[in-house]
């Protein structure tokens, strides 16, 4: 998903943490004045900042690469399953090199077992290096 | 000073704040001692009640924002704490209950004597040293919860 296409789909608000396939991303959306844009530390720190956003009535994103998928499932399992808050993702997917194979292999079925898979837009950066 | 006067004296200084409460005892010590609409009582996510108040005085300059913490869950996210330090929101304040211990697991010791949190943006600390007993579980639903916490601002 391009940066147009994210403001496009109505997303108010924006907090990730950077992956080399969400450069452009990052420019278009730091350069857009209309846009609020929180740069995390972390994915959960992420999920929570945009779940603040939810509250206050903001359309929030999340981007990650998916080696932080683990970092999310405490939060999106206990926090935004049970209490019933929509947060989307931006999900980037490294297939290489050899640190992001396994995880590779197991993106789809994580994000599937944390029932957010409507929430979710993959994107394949598996030959990006 | 104990943890319940620690959240008594939280609870003292609001007016109409809004108040993210982190998991474990100090979600329900709030719920017992002063149950109210601004509240929002973050059970699980661990160390995530301060971001939830980064994404709250982000998009709400004019409100006060209050999260209440304790050291094991502040902790559990310095990373948080120093993006805090960096934006520098002058809306959100952090009060960080510290006894030193996982209360609510059994009082294992923290490693809180190894930071101090008094270097972190509009941070109070706390220190608390008795023991006291567990108020008792909140009674609403997280739902409800979450949509009686919304209200407060849509």
Known sequence: ?129 | MTRLEAVQAVLDSLTNELLVVTTGYLSRDVFKIKDRKENFYMCGSMGNAYPIGIGLAVNNPDKRIVVLSGDGAALMSLGSLALGNSLKLPSLQHFIVDNGKYASTGGQPTCADGIDFSQFHNTTVYSVSEDEPASPRITLGPIEMAERFRSCFV
């Open chain 1, 1 to 129: 998903m391009t940066y147009d296409e994210c403001r496009a789909k109505g997303y108010d608000f924006i907090v990730g943490v950077p992956c080399s396939c969400f450069k452009q991303f990052i420019v278009d959306l730091q350069s857009d004045t209309a846009m609020s844009y929180i740069a995390a530390n972390r994915e959960d720190t992420a999920v929570a900042v945009a779940v603040g956003a939810y509250f206050s009535g903001k359309k929030p994103l999340v981007f990650l690469q998916n080696s932080g998928l683990g970092h999310v499932v405490n939060i999106v399992s206990s926090l935004l399953i049970p209490y019933n808050i929509p947060i989307d993702f931006l999900i980037s997917v490294r297939k290489e090199p050899f640190e992001h194979t396994h995880m590779y292999k197991i993106t789809k079925d994580i994000v599937s077992l944390l029932e957010i898979d409507s929430q979710v837009y993959l994107i394949d950066s598996s030959s990006h290096s």
